[in-house]
Every structure is written in C-alpha cells, then in structure tokens.
C-alpha cells in the first residue's frame, strides 16, 4: 500500500457512500490512462474491500492483516494522494463537488444562509399570530387584574 496511490470512491450499493481507498485493492491492475478512462465514462468496477476503518497507508499495513475483505462495487471518482482524497471526499460531502473554487463556495454558502433567512421569516410570520394573540391576553389580564385592585 501507497499513500500516493489512492482513489476516491462512490459506492452505489450503499446508498452512494464515498470513501478513500487505494489502488492495490482493485481487482485488476489499471494503469493511469485506463484509470483516467473509467472516472470520465463513471463505469462501476469490482475491487476488494476490508471491512476495517480506512487510514493511511503507514495504518493500514497492520489493520488489513486481521480483516476480512469484501468484493464491492464502486465508481471511481478521483486517483491521486491520500490527502488530496480525503481533501475531495470532504469537498464532496460539504458542497457535492470534488473541487470547488472560492467563487463554488461562495454560491454554496449564499445559498444556505438565504435558506436559513427563509426558514426564519417562515417561522416569525407563523408564530406572528400566535405572538398578537399571547399579547391580546396579557392585556386582558392586566385590565382584570387593575379591574379587581380598583373594586377593593
């Protein structure tokens, strides 16, 4: 195992889970130019997967020795470094792109806070007539409670 032999994976029966893995684990060797060839046509492949928490390589010399390995089927989304595998795998989960620029996320994080905004004017004009309601009564009870120390 190789931290500068990594890819990133998406595994449709499972509901779309991405993980990092490496490149030994496939289960025929590719070389670059094939390997560049299934991530642009998205083909599904078979590779040997460990039924252990994945790390780097200097980790997972001693973790696969006592693991038991499952054939799995994935879409090869990225090869590269571990840490730029993990880096676009967060990318990935964060903002549903593997590289995104500053101007990707600047888009991204407009979006979720116009969400937000919305979810909050939603919520004050719901609870708006709660609000006047909750005042008529306070009200109410003042005028009562004003009404009784006068009468004594």
Known sequence: MNDKECVLCEFSNEDNAIAVGYREWLLHSLDEEK????????????????NVDIGP???????VK???WQTV????????DWKTMCKMRDNLEKYSILDP?????KII??????NVEDDKDSV???????????????KNVVKSVLHCLRSQ
């Open 109 to 114: 994080k407009r979006r979720s806070t116009d």
């Open 73 to 80: 089927v994935a879409k090869i989304l990225a090869h590269g």
């Open 66 to 68: 006592k693991c038991i």
């Open 57 to 63: 390589a200097n980790i997972m010399k001693t973790r």
């Open 124 to 138: 004050n004009q719901s609870s708006a007539p709660q609000k006047s309601q909750l005042n008529k009564e306070k």
């Open 101 to 105: 620029t500053k101007q990707d996320r």
């Open 35 to 50: 390997l560049d060839q299934i991530i642009g046509s998205t083909e599904e492949i078979k590779l040997q997967w460990p």
